[in-house]
């Protein structure tokens, strides 16, 4: 648009920044519109072949911009006959915002998939590669496998990167001109590669990494990092952002550390609280107090601990006092086949061959009475905001980014703007339930589950783990009511779970797999009795995570319902001091159903906007030692992601 067009939204809109930009698109979109009664009369080796003109503009230096129009049309035609969907214009202005490189906050349900394929398209004209990040394995191969058909059509090569490929196949991959993936997965390939490089002077660092090559080396995977367009934003770039992604050095296991991994955890067991230690669940850390220092230098040990210094025996103790009281099994972690894995708090998945750092997660598998694995170093460490900061490009899209619009701009230097929604939403909510005990509201919810069936409405409801999806999978058992369990557990079955979940009367508890991403159909029935009711379980440590799972329901102008049931034993109250917890128990006056006063919900809230606090000053804290190692390790000359080991 010209200087003047700018001019006119601008003016138009009272000289709203937000607003000026909503118009703008508002009027290309509708342009884009006009464009596509033409290509309608095109024969499909015409649409690729326009595809290719526009190519060859592209990589001639006309701008991007200029192009935008007709390479959008193209798309939203190439999807009518692919998929037989069409962009709405709120999908249009969703694809001008991500190609502007700002953050488009679309509402659940408003087709973020296809709407990502507009930017991907056009940016990849350039021949630099476009990656599409989304918040796991699943959604990738399954977004490339359906979006595929319309790239294809438009001459454009797609491929998927998952956690399973070998690197010729990742190679091969990220060589196509779109690739679908992780951030954990192109996080670690981009380490990955400058490994291979290893300590070169910086500007033959710089130089491999641009021409994609590695002096006769090994060659790199990537091929440099061009634009990413980000679904689900704010849970890749905040959620995840908290934990940087390390690619480890093993550091084989000898007797006398399995031998004080395994003691550790049993001498934990006779150590006092507030006397020997303190543990503060806040921080979800643990300090041994003069006395407990005293106790465990006193306590019999293996011979084999004579070798190994007392500062590390005492810091061992401590990780095993937070493994013991700050992570949960089938809450942070599960074990399979004698294997301790990760689940990620924020999707409900299982996070395959990641590690806690500094021993913690030897000190779990001692607490499981699983084999020790081999403790790991640093070989290389980037954290998830400086990743994306090497991007010359930054776009994403997500349904709750006006919840950390603030840390976003801050940290990412993009702008968040909320596109409207293609239809009015219709979701109801009812006011939450709270209950003094675990149980009282876990009956209360299978008493709700039963009279919603009586409706024949289907019903998904969220859980914080997977022991406590399988505990109230247990009381629907003992009811006889038949259900479906989505967690990390059973994800191989998750497409037919999801597939059947908006049937009537269907019963699903989910973790947060069932979260982001997932969209549940319904058929006409369904909506005539008041579409999917989700019954939230627990609130998290985040707002945007409840609203992911609220946001399953009424997608599209659909009806839909929900309501939080809460009680005062939720996980959520666990970052609390016991004491506090319990003078919180004898305060709590219940009725003979174990129901308090819906004046408690202000206590939840509050307690997850403390949460919320200190996970924010963690990410920015990391942040800034980050940036001051970076700093350090450029006016050494050496790479800023290697050599981190200490």
Not at 313 to 342: C, H, N, P, T
Request: net charge positive; aromatic share 6%; proline share 3%.
């Amino acid at each position: 648009m010209s200087i003047a067009s700018h001019s006119y939204h601008w003016m138009k809109t009272g000289f709203r920044p937000a607003k000026s930009r909503l118009s703008r698109w508002n009027a290309t979109a509708g342009q884009i519109i006009q464009r596509c009664a033409a290509l309608k009369k095109m024969t499909d080796d015409q649409l690729e072949r326009y595809s290719l003109e526009l190519r060859w503009r592209a990589k001639s230096g006309e701008p991007l911009k200029k192009i935008m129009p007709e390479a959008y049309a193209l798309v939203r035609e190439s999807a009518w006959r692919t998929l037989k969907m069409e962009h709405f214009p709120v999908q249009l202005m969703g694809g001008i915002a991500l190609f502007e490189g700002g953050i488009a906050e679309m509402q659940t349900g408003e087709g973020k998939t296809l709407t990502a394929v507009l930017p991907a398209y056009l940016r990849a004209l350039m021949g630099k590669g476009c990656h599409v990040i989304t918040v796991n394995d699943y959604l990738a191969k399954r977004d490339s496998e359906i979006m595929g058909p319309v790239f294809n059509k438009l001459g454009l090569s797609v491929g998927c990167i998952t956690a399973d490929m070998e690197d010729e196949d990742r190679r091969i991959a990220y060589g196509l001109d779109v690739t679908y993936g992780t951030a954990n997965e192109m996080g670690f390939d981009f380490l990955r590669d400058r490994i291979r490089i290893g300590a070169s002077a910086p500007g033959q660092l710089e130089q491999a990494i641009t021409n994609h090559k590695n002096s006769g080396k090994e060659p790199l995977v990537q091929r440099g990092n061009y634009f990413a367009l980000i679904d689900e934003a704010d849970s890749v770039l905040i959620d995840e952002a908290r934990t940087p992604l390390i690619i480890g050095l093993i550091q084989p296991n000898d007797a006398a550390s399995v031998n004080l991994f395994r003691w550790s955890n049993r001498a934990t067991h006779q150590l006092e609280s507030e006397v020997d230690y303190v543990y503060e669940p806040k921080k979800r850390s643990s300090y041994l107090t003069d006395q407990g220092c005293r106790k465990i230098l006193l306590m019999a040990k293996p011979s084999l601990l004579d070798s190994i210094d007392t500062e590390r025996i005492y810091k061992q103790v401590e990780q095993s006092l937070v493994a013991r009281f700050g992570f949960l099994k089938d809450r942070d972690y599960v074990v399979v086949d004698d294997e301790v894995v990760i689940v990620d708090e924020s999707t409900g998945r299982m996070m395959e061959g990641r590690k806690w750092q500094d021993g913690l997660h030897q000190s779990i598998e001692a607490q499981e009475h699983v084999p020790i694995t081999a403790a790991t170093g640093q070989a290389a460490r980037i954290t998830v905001q400086s990743f994306f900061q090497n991007y010359t490009h930054l776009a994403g899209m997500t349904g709750t980014a006006a919840l950390a619009e603030k840390e976003i701009k801050k940290t990412y230097k993009v702008s968040v703007t909320s596109i409207p929604t293609h239809r009015p939403g219709i979701r109801k909510g009812s006011q939450a339930r709270i209950f003094k005990t675990m149980h009282a509201k876990r009956m209360a919810v299978v008493e709700e589950i039963e009279r919603l069936r009586l409706k024949r409405c289907p019903i998904l409801v969220g859980t914080p783990s997977v022991e406590a999806s399988e505990a109230l999978g247990d009381l629907l058992a003992m009811k006889a009511i038949p259900h479906q369990i989505l967690n990390a557990k059973y994800h191989e079955q998750e497409a037919e779970i999801v597939r059947k979940a908006g049937e009537p009367a269907r019963v699903t508890i989910a973790t947060n797999m069932a979260g982001r991403g997932t969209d549940i159909l319904l058929k006409d029935d369904v909506r005539a009795n008041g579409g999917l009711h989700v019954i939230a379980t627990e609130m998290h440590t985040s707002a945007r995570i409840d609203r992911q799972l609220i946001g399953r329901s009424a997608r599209q102008g659909d009806p839909g319902h929900y309501q939080f049931f809460l009680s005062l034993e939720d996980e959520l109250l666990r970052c609390l001091e016991l004491s506090q917890l319990e003078k919180l128990s004898k305060s709590a006056k219940a009725d003979k159903n174990g129901e308090l006063s819906a004046g408690w919900l202000s206590f939840f809230k509050n307690t997850q906007d403390f949460l919320e606090k200190l996970h924010r000053k963690q990410r920015r804290d990391m942040l800034k030692q980050e940036k001051n190692r970076i700093e350090m390790f450029h006016k050494m000359g050496l790479d800023p992601y290697l050599e981190w080991t200490e």
